[in-house]
């Protein structure tokens, strides 16, 4: 028998079915949950806190283990097509698992608003791709006019299967540390992520698999938080282009999330977003991208306001990969010093 790890479908058969023929993987999941050290230190956190490393799934970001499951679902209801709206990475990962499945993949992306390393995931893997004038919010209204048609299944997290499949994150976290978190820190755009972990930790308790449940921490980017702000925002603003969201799909289910988790939905600057994404990359050796770091900056924002008691436990989603980005990475830091190609010209610079 081969010892593959067979992805989230075959791993977690009873809360995925589908029929075996249909079953498109990349072997996603199965992510490590990583301690911080030196950022925890530095910040002189009294928890134990926890970086589930989303960026570390084959396309880069979580939304490989909803899209496994969501475009499994379509081939097996005889669509020709995937389709989503996206600000970068909903379209990297369906591009790549309709071109894994044989099936045609489309997506519309706010046009220059997305990060580079996401538009050449999903043009490299074969997506007709399109570019609407307008955000995210309307690219999302542009494919859900197209949702009727039987021939084409939409992929974003209000397709029911993308959900069930990102909920195996929450599994894989009460398997690394025998119980579910005292705190679950998550960036929020769409906000279909944090239902998804939600759902899978009460999954887990109601049969008997963890003994508590999280409260749900969830970041939106200050410049792009209608959920805090109790409105739409029409011209969300961000660093963060993965959650440059006005207007978010699940919105009310996110509001849900926090009341029964006894936990909340806050903001995080962009500066305080930047800061952390420094942090993390420099004190702890992960690259992940702005967005993701919104749930960092939510940790030390509220470590700052004496929220944690000391020993606790608290999970954090790095939602997608540096690498993503790079952009935002280069403007982050000091230049490249360029040198004459010489020892002595390299000693120069150094304070060694
Ligand atoms: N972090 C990253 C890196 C994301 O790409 C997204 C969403 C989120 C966090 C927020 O997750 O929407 O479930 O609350 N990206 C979507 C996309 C919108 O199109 O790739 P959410």
Redesign the pocket.
């Known amino acids: 028998m081969s010892n593959l790890y067979p992805g989230i479908i075959r791993k977690y058969r009873q809360y995925l079915p589908v029929a075996e023929a249909s079953i498109v993987t990349l072997h996603e999941g199965n992510t490590p949950l990583f301690e911080s050290v030196r950022l925890a230190k530095h910040y002189k956190l009294p928890i134990k806190l926890y970086f589930k490393l989303e960026g570390l799934n084959p396309t880069g970001?979580?939304?490989d283990r909803g899209m496994t499951y969501a475009v499994s679902k379509a081939h097996e209801a005889r669509s020709q097509a995937v389709i989503?709206?996206?600000?970068?990475?909903?379209?990297a990962a369906a591009a790549a698992y309709a071109a894994r499945m044989g099936m045609k993949a489309i997506v519309v992306v706010p046009q220059g608003k997305i990060a580079l390393g996401?538009l050449s995931q999903a043009q490299i893997h074969g997506a007709q791709v399109f570019q609407v004038k307008g955000n995210?919010d309307q690219a999302l209204e542009v494919v859900k006019e197209l949702a009727e048609n039987p021939k084409v299944t939409l992929v974003?997290?209000i397709n029911p299967h993308r959900l069930m499949g990102q909920e195996s994150a929450a599994f894989e976290i009460v398997e690394s540390l025998g119980d579910a978190p005292d705190f679950h820190f998550i960036?929020?755009?769409?906000?279909?992520?944090?239902t998804?972990y939600w759902r899978g930790f009460n999954r887990l308790h109601q049969e008997g698999k963890c003994k508590s449940l999280p409260k749900m921490c969830g970041f939106q980017a200050a410049g792009a938080a209608p959920i805090v702000l109790g409105h739409p925002v029409k011209n969300p603003d961000t660093v963060a282009s993965?959650?440059r969201?006005g207007n978010?799909a699940?919105w009310q289910s996110a509001l849900d999330v926090a009341r029964d988790s006894d936990g909340f939905i806050a903001a995080v600057d962009d500066e305080e977003i930047l800061s952390a994404y420094r942090a993390v990359a420099q004190l702890d050796g992960y690259f992940c991208?702005p967005?993701?770091a919104a749930s960092i900056a939510g940790v030390l924002k509220m470590a700052k306001q004496g929220f944690f008691q000391k020993g606790q436990i608290v999970t954090c989603t790095l939602?997608?990969h540096g690498l993503k980005d790079p952009d935002i990475a280069i403007q982050q830091s000091p230049p490249p010093v360029v040198i004459e190609p010489k020892g002595a010209a390299l000693l120069e610079h150094l304070k060694l």
């Open positions: 970001s979580f939304k989503c709206a996206s600000t970068g990475n909903t379209s996401k995210f974003n997290s960036p929020v755009g769409n906000a279909g992520n944090i998804a993965a959650i969201i978010p699940n991208e967005a993701s939602t997608g």
